[in-house]
């Protein structure tokens, strides 16, 4: 069984701080680890992945991640939020090989001016 | 843009009334799911497809029918629905292997059922 957790329903910071949203997983393989975020009224937009290699991984508008294996996290973070980062962010997890993607909760991120 | 292509984008439909969401991709996929999108709830997946063989059913109820009749295509047919039914229904396809196993989702289908 796999499973995400997003502990954060939401999280808020102004404009030019730096944002975390955090991610823990558990998977009974090697894991695929995901951020996606989903702006109002669309879809999920793919942001980063972690397969394998360097911890750190850096993605679309900024956004980076990084891989804990000891304490199953994938935190995503950004050092300096804009507002137009303000939108819902969705960590996901799949097992190496499987085709299932289970998701968390999400967490709303509202970035004030 | 992402390459996965959902219609329509919004559906209205009576419980009495039967339709279908269909999704397209040509990324080369060859796995595709339908997902659940709920207000305040988590998402929720409800069927995949891998080699255009379904290979997940998560206790979704029998008036949503899958249908992928090859690995660039997958519909939903809807048939006596319940309001509660109303949600964002997101089509996602993805490699099942490889250096690229991220899923890519498609716009949505806004589904209002009165």
């Known amino acids: 069984a796999q499973s995400v957790a997003q502990p954060e329903d939401q999280v808020n910071v102004a404009e030019g701080n730096p944002l975390t949203v955090k991610c823990t997983y558990s998977v009974s393989g090697n894991p695929y680890l995901f951020w996606y975020v989903q702006y109002p009224n669309r879809g999920l937009q793919f942001l980063l992945k972690?397969?394998?290699?360097?911890?750190l991984v850096k993605g679309s508008y900024g956004f980076e991640a990084e891989f804990n294996k000891s304490q199953t996290s994938f935190h995503l973070k950004k050092p300096s939020a804009l507002v137009s980062d303000s939108a819902l962010y969705f960590c996901a997890v799949r097992d190496s090989g499987d085709y299932k993607l289970s998701f968390g909760a999400g967490t709303t991120v509202t970035v004030r001016a | 843009e992402t390459g996965v292509t959902q219609t329509p984008r919004h559906l209205v439909m009576g419980m009495t009334n039967k339709k279908s969401l269909k999704c397209e991709q040509h990324l080369g996929h060859n796995a595709m799911y339908w997902y659940k999108q709920s207000a305040k709830k988590p998402l929720e997946l409800m069927f995949v497809?891998?080699?255009?063989?379904?290979?997940e059913n998560n206790s979704v109820p029998s008036r949503f029918s899958p249908e992928c009749p090859n690995s660039s295509h997958l519909f939903l047919h809807l048939h006596t629905l319940q309001p509660e039914d109303s949600a964002l229904y997101l089509c996602?396809?993805?490699?099942?292997?490889?250096?690229?196993?991220?899923?890519?989702f498609g716009q949505g289908t806004r589904l209002t059922v009165v």
């Open positions: 996602a396809s993805s490699r099942t292997a490889g250096a690229w196993p991220e899923a890519f």
């Open positions: 972690y397969i394998t290699g360097d911890n």
């Open positions: 497809y891998s080699l255009e063989e379904r290979v």
